[in-house]
């Protein structure tokens, strides 16, 4: 698999020094990547299509369009692309929950970071881009797993919540079978994607998006180990 990677940074210096770093990831790890630096956004932007990347790394300070606004942009066309922001700024943190970024690496880049989050961005790709076959009564449809939020079960039928819903008839073990480490069985009536979690408390779980899933007497603790294990 060829892995296009792009590196957003207004220093030259910190570009080079990235790519130096990038390419001997891909030495050390086997990989065929295609490496191309943007001095910014706006330049990323003008050659986005062209090069449909895999994974960029983003600084946050530059002229202009900044890092986070620039992955906002990406986020909202594209859930597959891997952000990584670069900064020597750790107060920028937060903001990137909302766009569901990969890492955060702080300058100057530890070569060891760089290298098993690059791992992580390979993996996630590998893992989203896997679909499940959902076959309804009126449609038969290839579901990216990424997209999935949550799932309920009502009597003998499944809901599966994402950008569409659906409803099969299936049991929360089958297709639990089906998922993967992202998800977590919820008590008896729910399975929840882990990456759409923005806060946990002792009777409920906050999903980006606004929902809401109850949760039973005893799981809190299971829930935030689970989360901090997908980190």
């Known amino acids: 698999m060829s892995v296009n ?6 220093s030259s210096q910190g570009r080079a020094s990235v790519s ?3 390419s001997d990831w891909a030495q050390h790890s086997g990989q065929d990547v295609r490496i191309t630096e943007f001095p910014t956004a706006e330049a990323f932007l003008f050659e ?3 090069l449909a990347p895999d994974i960029v790394l983003l600084d946050i300070e530059m002229p202009g369009m900044n890092g986070v606004e620039l992955a906002k942009r990406l986020r909202a066309e594209n859930k597959l692309i891997q952000i990584i922001f670069i900064t020597g700024y750790s107060e920028y943190i937060a903001e990137g929950y909302e766009v569901a970024a990969l890492h955060y690496l702080l300058k100057p880049v530890s070569p060891q970071k760089l290298f098993s989050t690059l791992d992580r961005a390979m993996e996630k790709l590998a893992t989203d881009g896997r679909k499940l076959v959902i076959t309804t009564s009126t449609e038969t449809v290839l579901l990216p797993i990424y997209e999935i939020r949550y799932i309920e079960v009502v009597k003998n039928y499944i809901t599966l919540h994402g950008e569409n819903d659906y409803t099969i008839k299936k049991t929360l073990k089958e297709i639990e079978g089906e998922l993967d480490e992202r998800f977590l069985r919820v008590g008896r009536s729910y399975i929840v994607n882990l990456r759409f979690v923005s806060r946990v408390t002792r009777t409920e779980l906050f999903l980006r998006g606004g929902e809401t899933v109850p949760l039973p007497r005893g799981a809190y603790e299971t829930v935030n180990r689970a989360i901090i294990r997908l980190k």
Request: hydrophobic residues 35%; aromatic residues 8%.
């Open 5 to 10: 990677i792009c590196i957003c940074d207004d």
């Open 20 to 22: 130096r770093l990038v």
């Open 48 to 50: 986005y299509e062209e």
